[in-house]
């Protein structure tokens, strides 16, 4: 049994949410298992589904390059030691350049993009990194970064916001090229991009779903109806219910659209289709958020 500490509480009660006696009482419960006292506060309804957002520390910058016809993206996180280097416009301009250097040359790793040389000047990546640290004082290592390509009819399309700090790209397949260069899907879609970054959907569809994940969320709904005492046949339906509920919070394609709550993405995605006379469907969503990468890391 894990020793059931105030920085353990402390760290159950910033992912949950839940009050600290009720946190405390948890991880008592499951002998200070922190995941699994996740589950007990949300089966007894005192915690919300954890992404654990509040594990990320690093400081950095994320940035976007797209082709010009659309069909070409990459998208790259560059971190530092403090917040006041990660919104300085030297460091946020760098983290760029780099992102334009992985969409033009399309390396293989960080290795790979440090021994790049940058254009028209025969100084190499590498070189570049080594002035940057000397002129901010601080160091930065690039934390990821992902080059992808469409092959036949789509577009990318991206948005970033907080400072940098979280930056989204989506991939749309549609029969006409020419939908991509239209100003109405432009503006389409920013507005995905700007659902992803603010409602951070676990999965594009009910399909996209790992069982999993669904299998767990489906015992939680189950011990929850269970507590109610009501009939079997009522409890199933109520675990069915709050699974539904469970996608149309989660699943992009269901969820309501932000700017219209009273539609969801996928009616705004039939009328925007409508309008452009072409049919479009969104097959894919990356999201990246400043400083995920390496609590995920550190947590392996």
Do not use: W
């Amino acid at each position: 049994m894990a020793e059931i500490t105030a920085k353990l509480v402390k760290e159950l009660r910033e992912i949950t949410g839940a009050g600290m006696m009720d946190c405390k009482k948890a991880l008592i419960e499951v002998e200070g298992d922190i995941e699994a006292a996740i589950d007990n506060l949300r089966t007894r309804g005192l915690a919300a589904i954890n992404k654990k957002s509040g594990r990320a520390t690093n400081e950095g910058a994320i940035a976007v390059a797209l082709a010009d016809d659309g069909k070409s993206v990459a998208m790259l996180e560059l971190n530092c030691e403090t917040d006041f280097v990660g919104t300085n416009a030297t460091f946020t301009g760098f983290a760029q350049q780099l992102a334009d250097l992985v969409l033009a040359d399309d390396p293989a790793d960080a290795g790979a993009l440090k021994a790049l040389t940058v254009p028209d000047s025969g100084i190499s990546v590498e070189h570049l990194f080594a002035d940057m640290v000397n002129k901010l004082g601080e160091n930065m290592p690039v934390a990821r970064f992902t080059r992808m390509t469409i092959d036949g009819t789509g577009a990318f399309a991206y948005y970033i916001h907080g400072g940098a700090k979280i930056a989204v790209v989506v991939t749309f397949a549609f029969s006409k090229q020419e939908t991509a260069a239209s100003a109405d899907f432009k503006a389409y879609g920013k507005d995905i991009a700007m659902q992803v970054c603010a409602a951070d959907p676990i999965a594009l569809d009910r399909d996209s779903f790992d069982p999993a994940v669904i299998e767990h969320e489906l015992s939680i709904y189950k011990a929850q109806a269970a507590e109610s005492g009501k009939p079997e046949a009522i409890q199933t339906k109520m675990a069915e219910g709050r699974l539904n509920k469970f996608y149309k919070e989660q699943a992009l394609v269901e969820q309501a659209f932000v700017k219209d709550m009273d539609i969801s993405v996928k009616d705004y995605t039939q009328r925007v289709s409508k309008e452009l006379d072409d049919t479009i469907t969104i097959k894919s969503f990356t999201r990246y958020n400043v400083g995920e990468a390496a609590a995920a890391a550190a947590e392996e």
